[in-house]
């Protein structure tokens, strides 16, 4: 009887085992593959110039201010009007798995801002500028499928 009792005891850790370090690996490979997404589309490209968004101007501020809640509501912003035009302009989407691997990326980016920025100033600043890359990718994202769009 404790014999078998043991042998499930033992069975569930290592079911417990398994499960948690298959969600480490899960996370490394999520976060590994935002990172080379981020550094393989901000290296193609420069930074789309779009008045409708302001994340060119909070990756410049990012470097000199000091008080950062101002420029978390300017990258809000303009998610929020990146993901309004997705959803109602004839054409443009988020189809792509990458597409939707940054737009998760954002919102963990944002939680990690949240958790940070009393405690670990460096770690929330680079989460916003993580967010602020991400826009940069997904508007220049967004602007060539206009592009193409109006083209054809």
């Known amino acids: ?33 935002c990172i080379l997404l981020l550094r393989d589309r901000v290296g ?14 909070v990756q410049s501020r990012l470097k000199t201010e000091q008080d950062l809640d101002p420029l978390v509501r300017a990258l809000d912003r303009d ?12 054409g443009l989407e988020l189809g ?13 980016m944002q939680w990690r801002y949240r958790l940070t920025k009393t405690a670990a100033p460096v770690q929330a600043r680079r989460a916003l500028s993580e967010m602020a890359s991400i826009l940069s990718v997904l508007v220049g994202r967004m602007s060539e ?5 109006t083209e054809a």
């Open 1 to 33: 009887m404790v014999g078998l009792v043991l042998l499930v005891w033992f069975d569930m850790l290592a079911s417990l085992l398994i499960i948690g370090i298959s969600l480490v690996l899960f996370i490394y490979w999520f976060r590994y593959s």
């Open 44 to 57: 193609q490209a420069a930074p789309v110039a779009d008045n409708r968004f302001s994340y060119v101007d």
């Open 79 to 90: 998610y929020q009007i990146f993901t309004y035009l997705v959803q109602h302009a004839v």
């Open 96 to 108: 792509s798995v990458e597409d939707r691997l940054l737009v998760l990326d954002y919102k963990v």
């Open 145 to 149: 499928q206009a592009g193409v769009r």
